[in-house]
């Protein structure tokens, strides 16, 4: 009897617990203009989404937002005066939505000061790191990289700019070389990085 009852319970908890990935959600189609916010431990801001800039982007960042993908992550890159970047350190969610890559687009939205794009390392890896720009970076739209041109920017920080550029940059390009020791100790990389800020939670706030 008692092995009935835990087997129900494990069921039930099985059955409650946070769907971490569903093919389906990469088939979901972003409105064409829609707000997200952020909220940090340094207060809130908002960007608004234009799908028209990168289409295939913007698929991809509504769906993220929608579940909850960047919720509870790291900015875990801040230059001055050059881009914030964040993104989901948790291997078992990036694994499964890092199969459907964002397809490449053409630069059509300009990666000025507020901008939001994606980070690519070369054709079709555009993932799931974001950057905001902190500075007007007219050189991001046409720079050649891995036979790839150009950061398509999607979306611009429309409330809140002040918040993003008061995000700790005081490590700069630093964080980066161990940047692959934050999936699997996240502890030991902010042990090292203490004064990083944090991403609490994304949500769509408004859609057009």
Not at 41 to 58: L, M, Q, V
Not at 142 to 155: C, I, S, W
Request: proline content about 3%; aromatic content about 12%; some cysteine.
């Amino acid at each position: 009897m008692k092995k009935i009852v835990l087997l129900v319970l494990s069921l039930a908890l099985f059955s409650c617990s946070k769907e971490v990935f569903n093919t389906k959600w990469t088939e979901e189609k972003a409105p064409e203009n829609f707000i997200t916010r952020f909220e940090t431990n340094k207060g809130t801001f908002d960007i608004e989404i234009t799908r028209d800039g990168s289409p295939k982007a913007a698929d991809r960042f509504y769906q993220l937002v929608r579940h909850h993908f960047y919720d509870n992550t790291i900015f875990y890159r801040v230059v001055p005066n050059f881009v914030v970047q964040f993104g989901n350190g948790d291997t078992i969610q990036t694994h499964k939505w890092d199969k459907f890559k964002v397809a490449d687009e053409k630069v059509k939205m300009s990666n000025l000061k507020g901008a939001l794009s994606y980070a690519r390392a070369g054709e079709e890896t555009r993932g799931n790191d974001l950057f905001i720009n902190l500075n007007d970076n007219q050189r991001l739209d046409t720079v050649n990289y891995n036979k790839v041109r150009g950061f398509p920017a999607f979306g611009k920080v429309i409330k809140g700019m002040e918040v993003v550029e008061s995000l700790y940059g005081g490590y700069s390009n630093e964080t980066m070389d161990p940047y692959d020791t934050l999936s699997p100790n996240r502890a030991a990389f902010l042990k090292r990085f203490p004064k990083l800020d944090l991403l609490h939670k994304v949500y769509i706030l408004k859609t057009k």
